[in-house]
């Protein structure tokens, strides 16, 4: 993110800040149209910092809403440009509520857009109502009210070849991300949908060192959740735009995120499968024996789960299914309950 801040406007919001301590609270075509001739700057890499920590504090106010901005008219409003995050993917954030000034291109036609967004909370700081002037063109964004999110929101821009898109991810308590989907059209941002996905976030290898994960194509992206079916794990998944602008999955297969902190063990003998890899649709029947120790690895969500054994070569896949809401059970052994068959499984949320 490139940021661009006058000294005046250094001033101005030190002033702010000063007199919030003091009184104690705490389209797709229609973006040709007026398009700047600023060309946008390269594109991000990995090792550049592509998105915020999603875990900061939200601002809590007291008292009625106070929106740290500018004046509207004020010509000095502090102005910041956002890189795009590839040829098919434009970005922006909206850090607080207020209003603000950025630049970026949207549709990734390698023209800036002029963006002044105003973004409305409640006394909790979540979000009530957000607008977006983009080359002097207003549009209202629906159901920002409808998520019981807080205000720091992060906006892709997917341009598919046919279509425009807009992915609007905010978080609500808890740490549970919402993806609100849009189409922009010539006069509006018309709402699709929503899921319980991050399609910006960071993950960590084994060594410990992050990585920050990003749409840059909106055919093959991935995308962070979490399944309650062997124990409660987050997991990543190659998704892509969907027919109707809704993320969809490409193949179904969903990778556990662990740490290898927890010791997950067998209480019982096991009746699996062993698979060559995750594609893999049959294997040789075996049998995880009591006592081992296990790693889930994936899962399609619906009806299995892929483990590696210590010790053990390929991956032991069991057949499980829904018995009730987060409640699972072994396919292979009459539908007992996985918390009967291994100690050890972490639930959370």
Sequence with gaps: MKVKIKSKTLAIVAMTIMCI???GCERYNSFYDNASNDKTSESVTASEEASEDNTGDPIKITKDPILYTLEESDPDMEEIEFEAKSDKVGYFM???PGKGKVKADLDCDGNTEAIEYDLKADNNNYAEKLTLTINGKEYDVPEIGSYSAYCRMEL???????????????MTDNDWTILGVYKVEDNTIRYVGEEGLDVS????DDNGSNTEIYITDP???LVKGYVSMFGTWNYTERYRVGQDGMP???NGYRYLTSNNSYEITAKKDIPCVVCQDEAATSGENSTIPSGM????IGCDGKTFVDLKLDGKDGIYRINVHEKDE?????TDLGGKSVEDCFDGLPFWG
């Design 21 to 23: 301590n003091l009184i």
């Design 94 to 96: 909206i850090p607080d």
């Design 156 to 170: 892709f821009w997917l341009n598919t070849g046919e279509s425009l898109y807009m992915y609007l991810q905010c």
């Design 201 to 204: 976030f960071t993950i960590q």
């Design 219 to 221: 055919e093959d992206f």
């Design 248 to 250: 969809e999955s490409i």
């Design 293 to 296: 120790k296990v790693t889930p």
């Design 326 to 330: 987060y409640q699972w059970g072994l």
